[in-house]
């Protein structure tokens, strides 16, 4: 199975969120910073996986520009999942979080997304990350691998 994880990070915990996704899984896996992912190579990939931190209950602008490039319908019948980092505080449960708006955003493209959009805790804004979640991510991915 190919995959292609294509993420963004301010401060590189998503980036390291990315690898322990992209070691989850094993096998034929390509991570991508998100203003190097060409759109029109999706096709080539079995599943897709688009990640960013949270920034205003929003992905980054990078992340949003990157999936408004993706032709409609190119993900059509493509197995898709979506990740964000976040904090845990009361704003970020206000205002939302990117992983659900990527999710839309790939299903919008005719992705079949795989499981709701996983969220990833930092401590604070720049993190690090929440003990575990490293761990975390890998099994997440391992179990979206798997899904048909």
Do not use: C
């Not at 896996?29 to 960013?52: F, H, M, Q, R, T």
């Not at 931190?53 to 898709?80: C, E, M, S, Y």
């Not at 990117?98 to 804004?125: M, W, Y």
């Amino acid at each position: 199975m190919k995959v292609l994880v294509v993420y963004d990070s301010l401060y590189g915990n998503t980036q390291k969120i990315a690898k322990a996704i992209g070691g989850g899984i094993g096998g034929e896996v390509k991570l991508v910073k998100v203003g190097e992912a060409n759109p029109a190579e999706l096709g080539s990939y079995d599943l897709v996986i688009v990640g960013s931190p949270t920034q205003g209950g929003r992905h980054t602008p990078a992340t949003k520009a990157f999936l408004g490039k993706i032709p409609a319908d190119a993900l059509k019948n493509k197995r898709v999942a979506s990740f964000d980092t976040r904090g845990k505080t009361w704003f970020v449960k206000i205002f939302g979080w990117a992983a659900t708006r990527i999710a839309d955003a790939l299903k919008e493209k005719g992705g079949n997304l795989l499981a709701p959009g996983e969220g990833f805790f930092v401590k604070a804004t720049k993190g690090p990350l929440v003990d575990g979640e490293l761990e975390r991510a890998a099994a997440w991915a391992k179990a979206i691998a798997e899904k048909k």
